[in-house]
């Protein structure tokens, strides 16, 4: 039933846009508007225009179709000679018919003193209208490859998609399982310290994780702002319990923050790599975070001191990841720029919303 209803869909589409075209067509030719030149244009658009049809939309859906299914390819084109001959005289028995004043009338001429009037003859008739016969079979083909290569551009790019969906999610997994670690490293030095913090830690560690896990794996999905800033302030609340110098963090944010939103977890791997490789026990040399965003652009900046300690030598993996991500999800919309100088981290990013 489903596939029935299709079909009519479909036909229905096509026919319209079959008389629409033809219409428009041969209005364009005219040169004159008058009764008989509009008259004209009803039977060869209207009526002619719609056997014409039947015979597109018959090659199209019993010999184009299965054709380039390759199925019995021969047998098909094979029908087609029989079919463009066999519309071509439906087409003069109609209009020999109905039609003969109309479209076979050619005047008349003196034939022994007497007037003959002369019409096109079947012969005549049949191949000027064998070769039109010959355009809409060629037509009927055309359009099916070209709808066949719609549907492969589509096919093509919804693998495209399912392969950058998949190549984000498997990074976003290295980003989010990278912070787990280093999250529990840094409640496992507080538990070690025998702080107080550490139930505070735990909670705030809780939020970060049920943030994480409720983030949809869909590539599209972009999350709130104002959620993303505030899953930042608590990994940063984090640190700080961690470090227990309030003053070693500089957070700077705007006092109003636009209606926009960001891919999520796209900012803590920045933040993180600052903790992880910088300076954030000594107020003199502190972590500066500054977020500044408007209508058009977030702008992030990330600035610490090295620590003179060895770097942990899986650092990297966390930025090299965000780079990709910010390649797969804001193609030619965002600018990273970061610079080591050996003793300072500077890290750059504006994202075109």
């Known amino acids: 039933m489903h596939n029935i209803r299709q079909h009519i869909r479909e036909f229905i589409l096509l026919l319209l846009g079959w ?97 003959v009037h002369v019409y096109t003859s079947l012969g005549e008739y049949f191949i000027s209208a064998l070769w039109n016969n010959v355009i809409i079979v060629i037509a009927a083909f ?28 498997f990074l976003k997994m290295q980003l989010n399982s990278h912070f787990l670690i280093n999250s529990l490293n840094s409640i496992y030095s507080l538990a070690l310290m025998g702080s107080p913090e550490v139930v505070r830690a735990n909670k705030t560690l809780t939020h970060l994780l049920s943030y994480m896990v409720h983030q949809p794996s869909d590539i599209s999905y972009r999350a709130p702002i104002r959620e993303e800033i505030s899953y930042l302030q608590d990994f940063v609340t984090l640190q700080r319990l961690r470090t227990g110098y309030n003053e070693g963090i500089v957070f700077s ?23 992880k490789h910088g300076v954030s026990n000594r107020p003199g040399k502190p972590v500066t975070i500054t977020i500044v965003c408007d209508e058009q652009q977030l702008s992030f900046s990330v600035h610490n001191y090295i620590s003179g300690q060895q770097r942990d030598k899986t650092g990297g993996i966390g930025l090299d990841n965000v780079r990709k ?17 050996g003793k300072e981290y500077f890290i750059n990013l504006a994202i075109n919303w």
């Open 142 to 169: 055309s359009f099916r490859l070209f709808v066949l290569w719609l549907q492969e551009e589509k096919r093509r790019a919804a693998l495209q998609q399912q392969q950058i969906q998949a190549e984000s999610g």
């Open 253 to 275: 944010l705007p006092a109003i923050l636009p209606d926009k939103a960001i891919a999520p977890l796209l900012l803590v791997p920045f933040v993180e790599n600052a903790f």
């Open 325 to 341: 991500r910010l390649q797969l999800l804001y193609p030619g919309r965002h600018q990273l720029d970061i610079r080591d100088t």
């Open 19 to 115: 008389l629409l075209l033809v219409y428009s067509s041969n209005l364009m030719t005219l040169t004159r508007f008058n009764e008989k030149s509009i008259r004209t244009v009803h039977i060869n658009s209207g009526a002619l225009g719609l056997i014409n049809f039947l015979l597109f939309y018959g090659c199209l859906r019993w010999i184009a179709t299965p054709f380039f299914e390759k199925r019995h390819r021969t047998r098909r084109l094979v029908s087609v000679l029989f079919i463009i001959p066999a519309f071509t005289l439906l087409k003069y028995g109609f209009v020999k018919l109905f039609f003969e004043q109309d479209l076979l009338y050619r005047g008349h001429q003196i034939v022994n003193r007497q007037k």
